[in-house]
Each structure stands twice: as C-alpha cells, then as structure tokens.
C-alpha cells in the first residue's frame, strides 16, 4: 500500500494568499496595525451580518475575551455544552468562573435547551451556544430560556462560519460570536480569531482588552488588566484572501459531504452530519456517528483507516471527564448525567474534509470504511 497519507483537514492555500501576504510584508505593516487588519475585520463582519468585528490572536481568546466583555467574573457560572473542544471550559475556568456542563441534543448534537434551562442557577453569567461540527445551536429556543434573566448568550461559532439558524447568520444572534481561523477552520490566517457583536460598546470594550486594557482616550493608562490578544496585519492579509475564496471553499465542503453519503448510502449502522429544518449547517469536517450496535470497534475501524493512509479524528470527549473539570456541575435533561454526550463522543468520528478531497478521494475512503466494517460486522 504505497497510496499517499490522506490528513483529516487541511489548509487551503493559494496564490491569492502569497499575493497579499507578500504585499503586507513589503508594506512592513506586519506587526498589528495596518490596512489589511481593518479590511478582515469590516469584511468578516459583514459576511456573518454583524455591525461589528474585532480581530483578536486565536478562537480561545475571542472566547475569554468575549466572557470578560459580557461581564463573566470569579465565582460565577457559565453554562456550555459537555460534547466540545476543551478552550470552552478553559475560557470559562481562566476567568475564575465554573463551567456547567449540559448534554446536547441527540439529533443535532449541539446544547439541548430543556437542560440549559434545569442548569441555570444564581450564579449563572452566561451561556456559551457552541454551534458544533457546523450545526447551529437553537438560539431562539436558548435567548427563551436566557431573556427572562437577562443572560448573556455568547456564540462559539468556531466551527460553524456562514452557518443559518432560522436564516440569521451564526455570530449575529447572542450578544457576541466568537470565531477561530485556526489551520483546520472554514477559513485559515494561521492562528487567529474574531470577536463579532451588533453592539457598539462591547465591540468597544474587547478592543481595548485585548490592547492591555489601555484607555483608548489616554495612552499608556491602562484601566484594567488587560491582555495582548491582537492580531498581525500578516494574518488579517492571509484572512482577506481567505475571505474571497469562502463561499467557495463552503460549497466544496457541502459537496465532500454529499460525496460521503452517496458512497456509503449503502452501509448499514452509519449516519453524518445532521440538519434540522430551521437550520443550515455548513460542513466543517465530516461527520460520521456509528450505530450503537458498532461504536464498540470505532477506534479499531480509525486504526484499520489510519494503517490504509486514512486520517481520522474521533469526536471530542465529553469535557466533565477531564481533570480541571471533574469537579464541576453537569446537567442533562432527566437529571445530572450526560447520556447523549457519552453517546456520540464514543461513536463519533471525522473523515477528510479539505481541497484535496476529490471524488476518487471520497471513493477510496468509502471503500477502506466498507472493508474494515465487513470485517467487524
Ligand atoms: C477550534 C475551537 C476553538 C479554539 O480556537 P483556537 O483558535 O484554536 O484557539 C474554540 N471553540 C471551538 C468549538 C473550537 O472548535
């Protein structure tokens, strides 16, 4: 088996790309002020409808960030879902604030509302609606359950760029979006992030944040303590290229994922990505949930797919199982265990999904997955 190694995600890179990058370079603008950075920032907002965009270092800081702007502090709580990557608790943690952990809904994997609502208490600050794998959250079902008592609903929309919910863009419904143009996002500008909110004064408050906390009236004074979270006009250069290749790079990704189900229509045991009727989920990695019956042998299969040159990822682990987290509140519907969570973290797993996977790509992963399931059926 000589068949060259295929990676789960991959960077889109083209000469649009060297173009600006090389033009910023030459600009010298390269540190964290200079034309391209205002450019990603109005572009980017306007693609999510949202008033206002605020580059910042990485999706982790947009996050902390984005908590600190909502007014998140030591001892409160911050509700978000179990079944997600791990710089969610982490934003939460780092701030001095406690992560509450609730199941998600076993249909489109994202915060189940019902829970959301059994884990509010006193101390919560905030809700963190992670749109994940590319599906919105229900934002109208959460803002329902928040409003009475004026939460704030921040988006973590990290993997879900361009997504609908009820036809409104991810990032432009809960007091702010966060995004992350991480390598193996929609869009890449190496590592970097965003912060998007349709309010003026908060916009306000995470750009001076993320500048050491300086009065933007009074130079060198600063008001608090503050961080470095600003990105490079390098980076914001790479986003602008990035930016007009991305309905393009959105469409490719829905056309991996049809390629997907098309050749694997006939395997028994095996679902992808979700779609509910009020959403339009745009495909940042392809999913694939085994049957309960096969999701003993998941890690075996990744194993076979891995030693045909096939990379994988399982999905995340529930974030309540690891050690800065074991001591926090879970909640699930019925009551503080998180079924769907277990479920779809231990049978969950992504297949490639980047430019590089034409059809006869998707055609021989559907094959070596026939294959290694035939040996375990
Ligand atoms: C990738 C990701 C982040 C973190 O983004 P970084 O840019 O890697 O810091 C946060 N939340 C979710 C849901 C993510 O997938």
């Known amino acids: 088996m000589s068949q060259d190694f295929l990676p789960v995600a991959m960077p889109d890179i083209g000469k649009l790309e060297e173009e600006y990058v090389l033009e910023a370079v030459r600009s010298t603008w390269v540190s964290s002020i200079g034309e391209f950075l205002g450019r990603f920032e109005r572009e980017f907002a306007d693609f999510c409808q949202a008033e206002h965009g605020v580059a910042v270092t990485n999706g982790t800081d947009a996050l902390i960030l984005a908590l600190r702007a909502a007014g998140v502090k030591r001892g409160d709580e911050v509700v978000m879902p179990a079944l997600t990557f791990a710089a969610v608790p982490a934003a939460a943690l780092l701030l001095g604030a ?37 599906h919105p959250a229900d934002m109208d079902a959460i803002a329902a359950i928040a409003s009475p008592g004026k939460i704030p609903v921040v988006e ?9 919910c009820r036809g409104r863009k991810v990032g432009s419904i809960g007091v702010a979006g966060c995004f ?30 993320k500048d ?14 503050g961080y470095n979270s600003r990105m490079t006009n390098l980076q914001a250069a790479l986003g602008c ?17 049809e390629w997907y189900r098309e050749e694997l229509a006939d395997v028994e045991g095996l679902r992808f990505n979700p779609r509910m009727p009020w959403a339009r989920p745009v495909n940042w990695i392809t999913c694939a949930v085994l049957e309960p019956r096969l999701a003993a042998h998941r890690d075996r299969l990744l ?29 699930g519907v019925e009551d503080t265990r998180l079924p769907c969570t277990e ?23 559907a094959g070596e997955i026939r294959r290694a399931l035939s040996g375990i059926h």
């Not at 973590?156 to 609908?164: I, K, M, Q, V, Y």
């Not at 906390?213 to 060198?220: E, G, K, L, V």
Request: proline fraction near 6%; charge should be positive; aromatic fraction near 8%.
């Open 212 to 225: 050491h906390a300086m009065d933007p009236q009074r130079r060198y004074f600063h008001l608090e303590a």
């Open 180 to 209: 992350s143009f991480y390598g193996n996002k929609i869009i890449t500008t190496g590592e970097g992030g965003m912060v998007v909110t349709g309010d003026s004064a908060f916009a306000a408050r995470v750009r001076m944040l």
């Open 343 to 365: 479920r779809l973290s231990a049978s969950g797993f992504n297949l490639p999904t980047h430019a590089a996977c034409d059809r006869p790509q998707v055609q021989r992963v």
């Open 156 to 164: 973590d929309c990290a993997e879900a760029h361009g997504a609908l």
């Open 98 to 134: 406690e992560p509450v952990f609730v199941d998600v809904d076993p249909d489109y994997w994202c915060l189940d509302p019902r829970a959301v609502q059994r884990a509010l208490s006193s101390k919560t600050a905030a809700i963190v609606a992670v749109h994940s794998y590319g």
């Open 303 to 331: 194993d076979q797919l891995r030693s045909r040159g096939i990379d994988t990822r399982p999905f995340f682990l529930p974030c309540s199982i690891m050690p800065p987290y074991l001591h926090c509140r879970t909640q």
């Open 241 to 257: 290229a990035q930016m007009r290749r991305i309905e393009g790079f959105l469409a490719a990704r829905d056309q991996i994922l």
